[in-house]
Structures are given as C-alpha cells and as structure tokens.
Nanobody, 125 residues
C-alpha cells in the first residue's frame, strides 16, 4: 500500500521561507517522478513543480519559478520543496504526489495516481 505523507507547512510572513517534506512508502521511491501541487480555497488544484526519479530534471510553474526549489533524497524516500520569497497568493494546501510513467515534465494531475493528505501553508501580508 502506497503512503504519501507531507509535513512542514505553517504560518509565515510575506517574504519568508518554508521547507516542505514528503515521505513515501510502499513503492520504489527512486523509480518515480514526484510532484508538488497546491489548492487555494475556491480554486482548482494546480501543479507547482515536479522532479524526475533521479533528481536530474525539474520543472516549475511560472508562478513559482525562481522562488521555489524542488529536490529529493532517494536514500530517505523523501521529497522536498524549499519555498522562498513567499507571497500571500502562495497560501494553499500543498500536496505531494507520485507520478506514473516516464519523466515528461508534466503537472497533469491525471498522471499522478498517489497523493498525500496535504500540508497547509499560510502566508500573511
């Protein structure tokens, strides 16, 4: 059974930083592309960033490019999202997800069959 557990969310002032973590069990973590998504109240879930199984390739949504950094530690089955220069519009529930199939740089939610429960990030102005 695949389990995906996010952590690290919290309340931060605009301009601040947070690091999210996601631990995965029940599959060979180092064989899968991973992604971060977020959903703000009243909005659709959107893709934030994804990373290839080896960590050698990454993709970012334009809204976070230059501010967020995705990384992974395959020895710890853990995915990270380092968030800097946070803005109030980054406030959302952040989800970690496991992608099926080969690396494509895609943030299409339909390609990610395994999801965590999310961790809340709130950025105050």
């Amino acid at each position: 059974q695949v389990q995906v557990v996010e952590s690290g969310g919290g309340l931060v002032q605009a301009g601040g930083s947070l690091r999210l973590s996601c631990t995965v069990s029940g599959l060979d973590f180092d064989a899968y592309t991973m992604g971060w998504f977020r959903q703000a109240p009243g909005k659709e879930r959107e893709g934030v960033s994804c990373i290839s199984s080896s960590g050698g390739s990454t993709y970012y949504a334009d809204s976070v490019k230059g501010r967020f950094t995705i990384s992974r530690d395959n020895t710890k089955n853990t995915l990270y999202l380092q968030m800097a220069s946070l803005k109030p519009e980054d406030t959302a529930l952040y989800y970690c997800a496991v992608k099926s199939g080969a690396w494509s740089g895609s943030l299409n939610r339909q390609a990610y069959p395994h999801w965590g429960q999310g961790t809340q990030v709130t950025v105050s102005s």
